[in-house]
């Protein structure tokens, strides 16, 4: 199956890739300059991945799937939340937005409940600017007292999952793609992409005969966002 990654951020690009496997071949927006980006106005994670699913669901064929992601800690009250990637500015790097939640948490002591927090993705599967269904993956783990080590990006530097003492950025990448929570929600959306293809197409989980339908079928392209 071609997935095309509705985004231009190449570390997603590289992970949404490496989680789906050898089975799938992933490209992402950079082919398709036509498409703008998007506004992320909803409320909830749930809110913004079926706002970007159903305006690229409306421009390119076959299923589009939309991911949207972030960390919620709960010495902020749940923030950075749906707020993750514009935590410290629209164009703050991931260094800024690191800075900025450090010292929103940093009397908050290292044992302490306070620095729980947990990364949150939704994915939401829509075609021609109709929503089919999401998928929710959760990790727990806590707040680290400084960033630590040089893998992923955004947060993954200062994200300790829970049964490890190494941040997202210093396990190895196999290891986080195994446990995250964009992993775990890719991994339910796997289980259930044959009947989403039989609802959408008219067809039996599978893909039926006749060469199957955009995202379904091998050699055929869903949109990833």
């Given at each position: 199956m071609q997935l095309i990654v509705a985004t231009r951020n190449a570390h997603k690009t590289r992970e949404i890739e490496q989680i789906f496997g050898s089975a799938s071949a992933v490209r992402d927006l950079t082919a398709h300059p036509e498409i703008s980006e998007i506004t992320e106005s909803g409320t909830s994670f749930e809110e913004n991945a079926k706002l970007k699913a159903i305006a690229v669901s409306k421009k390119l064929p076959g299923l589009v799937i939309a991911d949207d992601s972030g960390l919620e800690v709960q010495a902020l009250g749940g923030a950075p939340g749906i707020q993750s990637a514009r935590y410290a500015g629209a164009n703050a790097s991931d260094k800024e937005r690191?800075?900025?939640?450090?010292?929103?948490?940093?009397?908050?002591?290292?044992?302490?409940?306070?620095?729980?927090?947990?990364?949150?993705?939704?994915?939401?599967?829509?075609?021609?600017?109709?929503?089919?269904?999401?998928?929710?993956?959760?990790v727990e783990g806590k707040i680290a007292e400084r960033p630590?080590?040089?893998?992923?990006?955004?947060?993954?530097?200062?994200?300790?999952?829970?049964?490890?003492?190494?941040t997202f950025a210093e396990l190895?990448?196999?290891?986080?793609?195994?446990?995250?929570?964009?992993?775990?929600a890719i991994r339910k959306l796997q289980a259930?992409?044959?009947?989403?293809?039989?609802?959408?197409?008219?067809?039996?989980?599978?893909?039926?005969?006749?060469?199957?339908?955009?995202?379904?079928?091998?050699?055929?392209?869903?949109?990833?966002?």
């Open positions: 690191i800075a900025k939640l450090l010292s929103r948490v940093a009397n908050v002591e290292a044992k302490s409940d306070q620095r729980r927090a947990r990364f949150r993705c939704v994915l939401a599967v829509a075609r021609d600017g109709q929503v089919l269904a999401t998928f929710e993956g959760v630590r080590g040089s893998h992923g990006f955004g947060y993954d530097p200062i994200f300790i999952p829970d049964g490890f003492e190494e190895p990448e196999e290891v986080k793609n195994n446990i995250s929570h964009r992993a775990k259930k992409l044959p009947t989403l293809c039989g609802e959408a197409y008219g067809f039996g989980a599978g893909g039926g005969g006749g060469g199957g339908a955009p995202g379904c079928a091998a050699g055929a392209p869903a949109a990833l966002i």
